[in-house]
């Protein structure tokens, strides 16, 4: 079977990151219970799941730490061999955020043979291949099975300079807030889903997708830029409120200052809203604000393979806004964080 006008996004009832449980819903799995282990009794551990970080770190040696991280999902790009791409991408994206760097990864497959043939598969792991031979590293095995539906990551093994580890949680008082790619992406995938992304918009949520994090290894050897996580599923808010949750602060932002794909509102206007937006608002709503209809759709707006989120002191902005404008980069400032106050962190909007 020849993989031209195939249109995986309709094997699959969700959509890449969007797939993504709820973050709610997540902290009820996660959570350790009295009579189970615990990973509090491995000293060797440096990060583990309790800061909802995008990395686990172990002691590798005095200096350094290694880095692991899973993350698979199914379609949201209809090309196999872009799918591929993204979701390799995506994946890697967790080392990058912690400022580490990628040494290896294995794949993680699962589909339906009786529906899309092997030679389909195939393109989708070459994506993901080229995506790591790009950057530096193997993609070196794996592990697949028959699933109903097509599912395709990686489990990414890094190391980092434990001097240069970032974490999620690490964010300071008066840190400004800086993210590097737009968002829209699962309101862009949505409208062309639904055929309504208007032809000039077309592929860009794709070339957003499959560019790589790696700034995020630079940014950790910056003295001044104290926390680093990546743009996922859970959205912007989301991953803001888990980066304000680690370091008890909140959050104040300004929604005109961060920057978007083209065309939200209209694609808004016409209902093309991912499922998980409203889920993740659900689960984040006592963090938030009053939210106008369009600032939810975007602030929410789960993002796959999304930019980086920023926390660095006001001292070290410059050298911060330098280095991402050397690398093509969104620098604008979009917040600060400030002392949480009543033991609930929460996102406030900057007073207009």
């Known amino acids: 079977m020849n993989s031209e006008g195939i249109s995986l996004t309709q094997y699959s009832h969700g959509a890449g990151c969007g797939c993504k449980i709820a973050p709610d ?33 172990v002691v590798l040696d005095d200096d350094r730490a290694v880095l692991s991280t899973t993350d698979f999902f199914m379609p949201i790009v209809d090309d196999p061999y872009d799918f591929g791409r993204i979701a390799a991408t995506n994946a ?67 190391t980092v300079e434990r001097a240069h580890l970032k974490q999620n949680s690490d964010a300071c008082p008066d840190d400004l807030l ?17 055929g309504k992304l208007q032809a000039a918009h077309q592929g860009l949520a794709t ?31 989301g991953h803001l409120i888990e980066m304000c949750r680690g370091g008890s602060l909140s959050a104040i932002i300004d929604p005109a200052a961060i920057p ?35 600032e939810l759709a975007v602030l929410c707006d789960p993002q796959t393979s999304g930019g980086l989120l920023i926390a660095v002191s006001p001292s070290a902005v410059e050298d911060v806004q330098r280095l991402l404008t050397e690398q093509e980069l969104p620098s604008t400032i979009v917040g600060s964080f400030i002392p949480d106050e009543n033991g609930e962190s929460a996102i406030h909007l900057q007073a207009r």
Request: overall charge negative.
């Open 25 to 57: 819903v997540l902290s009820r799995i996660l959570a350790e219970t009295d009579s189970g282990a615990s990973n509090a009794t491995f000293p060797s551990l440096l990060v583990g799941h309790q800061s909802r970080d995008d990395a686990a770190a």
């Open 92 to 158: 890697i994206s967790d080392i990058y955020a912690m400022g580490g760097t990628p040494q290896l990864a294995v794949a993680i497959l699962g589909w339906p043979i009786d529906k899309l043939a092997p030679e389909i598969a195939n393109r989708v792991v070459q994506g993901g291949r080229d995506v790591c031979a790009q950057l530096g590293f193997p993609l070196a095995g794996g592990h697949s099975i028959d699933a109903p539906e097509p599912i395709f990551g990686l489990a990414v093994t890094g």
């Open 178 to 194: 800086i993210l590097t790619k737009p968002l829209g992406i699962g309101i862009h995938t949505t409208a062309e889903k639904q």
């Open 207 to 237: 070339t957003l997708m499959c560019q790589p994090n790696q700034v995020g290894a630079l940014l950790a050897k910056l003295d001044g830029v104290n926390a680093l996580t990546d743009v996922t599923g859970f959205g912007f808010a």
């Open 260 to 294: 978007e794909l083209p065309g939200l509102g209209d694609y808004i206007t016409q209902g093309c809203v991912p499922g998980g937006t409203q889920r993740n608002f659900d689960a984040l709503r006592d963090g938030l604000p009053t939210l106008a209809s369009r």
